[in-house]
Nanobody, 120 residues
Framework: QVQLQESGGGLVQAGGSLRLSCAAS????????MGWYRQVPGKQRELVAT???????EYADSVKGRFTISGDYAKRRLYLQMNGLSPEDSATYYC??????????????WGQGTLVLVSS
């Protein structure tokens, strides 16, 4: 029922910046939390940043001070501002929304991912 679509990825030089966006569509009754994850070939998907409905934000240690997560619940948008990028940040970035559907069932929705490549 809920679909997510990421955008904003691309190729950037080391030290550069990118702003990722996530747009949600479909029906749900409430949002539990939202977040960004990333994955490289051969490795597990890892958490980058999360934000709860109460405003609690958590970042992976590797991105603290460089990445900023923000969103607009009313407009169904989630953002990730990435500054000071390095080749270690190269990955496919996925948007995640944990929502409660109209039937009170919890759904973990994922986007298709957007590729970020950082050149050295």
């Amino acid at each position: 029922q809920v679909q997510l679509q990421e955008s904003g990825g691309g190729l950037v030089q080391a030290g550069g910046s990118l702003r990722l966006s996530c747009a949600a569509s479909g029906s749900y009754s409430s949002i539990n939390n939202m977040g960004w994850y990333r994955q490289v070939p051969g490795k597990q998907r890892e958490l980058v940043a999360t934000i709860t409905t109460t405003g609690n934000i958590e970042y992976a240690d590797s991105v603290k001070g460089r990445f900023t997560i923000s969103g607009d619940y009313a407009k169904r948008r989630l953002y990730l501002q990435m500054n000071g990028l390095s080749p270690e940040d190269s990955a496919t970035y996925y948007c995640n929304w944990n929502v409660v559907l109209l039937g009170s069932r919890t759904l973990d929705a994922w986007g298709q991912g957007t590729l970020v490549l950082v050149s050295s």
